[in-house]
């Protein structure tokens, strides 16, 4: 019998297969009650990568995110964890971009304790976090503002990046697709982040283990592109081979990852 992961991970293969799956069938193929088939999905959902339908569980939309709501509350502890651990690689008086979304502004959070950091974001949210530290200048992208998550979109925002040449590109992301693409919803803001990726020497992703195999419509770019992938939990894997052939370093951010790196 699998184990607990082991048969989650079978229920997604089999929803990506069939598209539906029913609770009784779900049931019957791994001979557990229906109540253990229930609990394995309510996670899966919790997770974003099923969504619950009358009776059994589907893909979830490819066109639409999760709420900004439901992000923020959405696995905090592994996104202070990986947070963490973005910031123990970033020096002092280093250059930054970051992007929109809720693992990114855990990262700004993480990062207040640094020296002279200069950062350009395209998340207003991120601007609040770090300009609490009079130490760093913050410069925010112009452009369209979503009211939704405080994102900034559009191409005023896209210019104003490629006006920079940074250390540090910090990228969130939507999705990771098992061939190694990275996936997310809104094409005006993955074209900002693709601006980024071309004008940073070193990208990192921070992205929790819920990414993984999580569907989105718009691609950004590749694993490839990538210096670090910075998560929680070792990826699927497929993925874990896209970043070796790659040669994309992989860090994982375990419990009590602690204080930063000396001056690097």
């Known amino acids: 019998m699998p184990s607990q992961d082991e048969r989650r991970e079978q229920i997604l293969e089999l929803v990506r297969r069939h598209g539906f799956v029913s609770i009784e069938a779900l049931a019957q193929d791994f001979a557990v009650t229906p109540q253990t088939i229930r609990r394995d999905i309510n996670e899966l959902c919790e997770s974003a990568k099923l969504q619950r339908y009358h009776g059994g569980a589907g893909l979830p939309s490819?066109?639409?995110?999760?709420?900004?709501?439901?992000?923020?509350?959405?696995?905090?502890?592994?996104?202070?964890?990986?947070?963490?651990?973005?910031?123990?690689?970033?020096?002092?008086?280093?250059?930054?971009?970051?992007?929109?979304?809720?693992?990114?502004?855990?990262?700004?959070?993480?990062?207040?304790?640094?020296?002279?950091?200069?950062?350009?974001?395209?998340?207003?949210?991120?601007?609040?976090?770090?300009?609490?530290?009079?130490?760093?200048?913050?410069?925010?992208?112009?452009?369209?503002?979503?009211?939704?998550?405080?994102?900034?979109?559009?191409?005023?925002?896209?210019?104003?990046?490629?006006?920079?040449?940074?250390?540090?590109?910090?990228?969130?992301?939507?999705?990771?697709?098992?061939?190694?693409?990275?996936?997310?919803?809104?094409?005006?803001?993955?074209?900002?982040?693709?601006?980024?990726?071309?004008?940073?020497?070193?990208?990192?992703?921070?992205?929790?283990?819920?990414k993984f195999g999580r569907s989105a419509m718009v691609r950004l770019g590749h694993l490839s592109q990538l210096d670090a992938l910075i998560t929680d939990a070792p990826p699927p894997a497929a993925i874990r081979k896209v970043l070796k052939e790659a040669g994309v370093a992989l860090h994982l951010a375990k419990s009590g990852t602690g204080k930063r790196r000396a001056a690097e």
């Open 62 to 210: 490819s066109v639409e995110n999760l709420a900004y709501s439901t992000r923020q509350v959405l696995c905090p502890e592994e996104k202070s964890r990986i947070a963490r651990e973005v910031a123990r690689h970033i020096p002092d008086h280093a250059s930054l971009f970051i992007n929109i979304g809720t693992t990114t502004e855990a990262v700004a959070r993480a990062l207040l304790d640094h020296a002279g950091l200069r950062v350009i974001t395209n998340n207003l949210n991120v601007a609040s976090i770090m300009s609490r530290n009079p130490e760093f200048e913050v410069i925010v992208a112009g452009g369209l503002v979503r009211s939704r998550d405080q994102g900034i979109v559009g191409e005023a925002a896209i210019d104003t990046i490629h006006q920079f040449k940074v250390d540090f590109g910090i990228m969130g992301i939507s999705g990771v697709d098992a061939d190694g693409s990275l996936l997310d919803f809104d094409y005006r803001e993955v074209r900002v982040a693709q601006a980024i990726v071309g004008n940073s020497r070193q990208v990192f992703l921070a992205a929790d283990h819920t």
